[in-house]
């Protein structure tokens, strides 16, 4: 795992376990283009029509893999009083990204999706890495496998023990990193997930909301549980404004759409060894009790835990099974 960055395919999507009619809705945020031309180059490279539904925001309706939203992001656009956003638009843009919003895909449409990315790399499309402090980002809702308590929590667990490995790398850059969007969860949650072998849905909801009352985690887990249990949710956190799906909010990956090594396969297929860890038992129990040693230590620190993930995934033989299938 230690070399996974390098070591996953990038020129094809690997599929998740228990995939079969599994569907991922992408977000994508990014600079460099004007949200009109980013809906041209969309509907150029996936066919479609544009709607225009107001100054900053565009609709590519019956392209390939659906309808495409594009805007000047939201959550900065609110923030901006009405009166005066003509005249701060065009600075705005300097920090604000654009972001393009599928429809829940199916497997199979990953890939066309993939290439308008690199068509909008070709226009101009800049990433998270083109200025300093932007922070703009890759978001996969992908759909679960089951609504279950028990494949949320080993899902949820797998990430939890894994997310140090993904920081320790240079795979997100310094300002998503000190920002508050993909915060780690904090410790004593993930010592909680480790000790709850299995749990019901009521008590997961439970713990999930008493350690994580925010959207503003790497795997955010809100959109389900506005699913599962919108009344809880609404009580709990009445001023969020939540999306209720079935699927795992996935915020953490950059967008580095200006970089010719990077792609969207990369970002999904590193979800997929974490759903791929997530399904060998024998793995998370190691993982799990590791985890309870490394924390009942006095001699170890957080940043020790990377290489004792790292040790066992690849002691595992899971990434190489990975890249096998890949070739």
């Known amino acids: 795992m230690s070399d996974l960055h390098l070591t996953l395919p990038r020129d094809r999507f690997l599929p998740l376990p228990h995939g079969d009619g599994r569907k991922c809705g992408v977000e994508i945020e990014f ?17 479609g029509e544009i709607r225009c539904d107001g100054d900053t925001k565009y609709t590519v309706t019956g392209s390939d893999i659906g309808e495409i939203e594009v805007y000047l992001d939201t959550a900065w656009r609110d923030q901006i009083d009405t009166a005066i956003l003509g005249q701060l638009l065009e600075i705005a843009r300097s920090v604000v990204p654009v972001e393009i919003v599928t429809e829940p895909l199916p497997f199979a449409a990953l890939p066309r999706l993939d290439a308008a990315r690199a068509a909008l790399r070709k226009a101009g499309a800049t990433g998270s890495r083109s200025g300093i402090l932007l922070g703009w980002g890759v978001h996969l809702n992908v759909q679960l496998a089951e609504e279950t308590a028990d494949h949320i929590l080993r899902v949820t667990t797998a990430f939890a023990l894994c997310d140090d490995v993904i920081r320790a790398f240079d795979w997100v850059d310094t300002s998503r990193r000190i920002g508050p969007f993909v915060d780690p969860y904090p ?44 009344d809880r949710l609404k009580e709990a956190l009445p001023d969020e404004k939540i999306s209720a799906r079935p699927a795992y909010h996935y915020r953490l990956p950059d967008c580095r759409i200006d970089e010719a090594d990077w792609s969207l396969a990369l970002e999904w297929n590193r979800w997929v060894v974490i759903e791929r860890i997530a399904a060998n038992f024998d793995l998370m129990e190691q993982l799990r009790t590791d985890w309870i040693e490394h924390r009942g230590s ?5 940043s020790d835990w990377p290489d004792r993930v790292t040790e066992r995934v690849d002691q595992s033989g899971l990434i190489e099974e990975l890249v096998g299938e890949a070739a």
């Open 31 to 47: 600079g460099g283009l004007r949200e009109d031309k980013a809906a041209r180059i969309l509907a150029d490279t996936l066919g």
């Open 187 to 230: 410790r004593a949650f993930i010592d909680a997930l480790c000790a709850a072998e299995r749990i019901d849905m009521d008590a997961l909801i439970t713990l999930y909301l008493k350690h994580n009352p925010t959207r503003n985690r790497a795997l955010d887990l809100l959109p389900i549980l506005a699913h599962i249990a919108p």
């Open 298 to 302: 006095f001699t170890t620190v957080r």
